[in-house]
C-alpha cells in the first residue's frame, strides 16, 4: 500500500468495485467490501472508512436508505420506535401507545405502518389488535451506514 494514504483510499487506487445490495436491505453494510480486499487489508476497510465514503450510493440504494430516514424523521416515530425497542417482552400492542403519544389510535396505526414498511419493526396481528416488535439487526444495519463498523 502506498504511503500516505489508507485503506480506503488505496480501495480507489486499487480498482477495487463495490457491490449493491439485495433489493429491500440497508445499503453498503458492514463486510461488504472487506470481501473484495487485496490481501492484508481485510478488516481494516469495514474498520476506517463509513460506508457512505467506500463509494457512491446506487439511484436504488439511495432510495431504500431514504425512505427508511424519512420513516424516522418525524419525531412520533422516533418516539414509537423507541417505545417498542425499549419494551419489556420485545413487543407492544397498538393499544398500549396511544396514550403516552397523545395521539389517536388511528394515527398511531399511520405511524407503525410507514415503520413497517420501511423494515424497522415488523406486525403481528391477533384479534382486533396488531402487536409491533423489532426487526432484529434494523437499528444496527441503519447505524452500520454511517460509521465504521467495529
Not at 483510499?9 to 477495487?16: K, M, R, S
Not at 384479534?127 to 423489532?134: I, S
Given at each position: 500500500?502506498?504511503?500516505?494514504?489508507?485503506?480506503?483510499?488505496?480501495?480507489?487506487?486499487?480498482?477495487?468495485m463495490a457491490t449493491t445490495s439485495p433489493p429491500g436491505t440497508l445499503p453498503v453494510l458492514a463486510g461488504e467490501f472487506d470481501r473484495d480486499a487485496p490481501a492484508g487489508?481485510?478488516?481494516?476497510?469495514?474498520?476506517?472508512?463509513?460506508?457512505?465514503?467506500?463509494?457512491?450510493?446506487?439511484?436504488?440504494?439511495?432510495?431504500?436508505?431514504?425512505?427508511?430516514?424519512?420513516?424516522?424523521?418525524?419525531?412520533?416515530?422516533?418516539?414509537?420506535?423507541?417505545?417498542?425497542?425499549?419494551?419489556?417482552?420485545?413487543?407492544?400492542?397498538?393499544?398500549?401507545?396511544?396514550?403516552?403519544?397523545?395521539?389517536?389510535?388511528?394515527?398511531?396505526?399511520?405511524?407503525?405502518?410507514?415503520?413497517?414498511?420501511?423494515?424497522?419493526?415488523?406486525?403481528?396481528?391477533?384479534?382486533?389488535?396488531?402487536?409491533?416488535?423489532?426487526?432484529?439487526?434494523?437499528?444496527?444495519?441503519?447505524?452500520?451506514?454511517?460509521?465504521?463498523?467495529?
Amino acid at each position: 500500500m502506498r504511503e500516505g494514504i489508507d485503506a480506503c483510499q488505496y480501495l480507489g487506487h486499487a480498482g477495487v468495485m463495490a457491490t449493491t445490495s439485495p433489493p429491500g436491505t440497508l445499503p453498503v453494510l458492514a463486510g461488504e467490501f472487506d470481501r473484495d480486499a487485496p490481501a492484508g487489508l481485510a478488516g481494516a476497510i469495514s474498520a476506517c472508512c463509513t460506508p457512505l465514503a467506500r463509494a457512491p450510493l446506487s439511484a436504488a440504494d439511495a432510495e431504500t436508505l431514504a425512505a427508511v430516514l424519512k420513516a424516522i424523521a418525524v419525531p412520533a416515530r422516533l418516539r414509537l420506535l423507541s417505545m417498542i425497542y425499549a419494551r419489556d417482552g420485545g413487543e407492544a400492542c397498538v393499544c398500549e401507545l396511544t396514550e403516552p403519544l397523545g395521539l389517536t389510535q388511528p394515527t398511531v396505526s399511520h405511524h407503525l405502518k410507514i415503520l413497517v414498511e420501511a423494515g424497522l419493526i415488523s406486525r403481528d396481528k391477533r384479534g382486533v389488535w396488531a402487536y409491533y416488535r423489532p426487526v432484529p439487526g434494523a437499528l444496527n444495519a441503519l447505524a452500520a451506514v454511517f460509521g465504521p463498523v467495529a
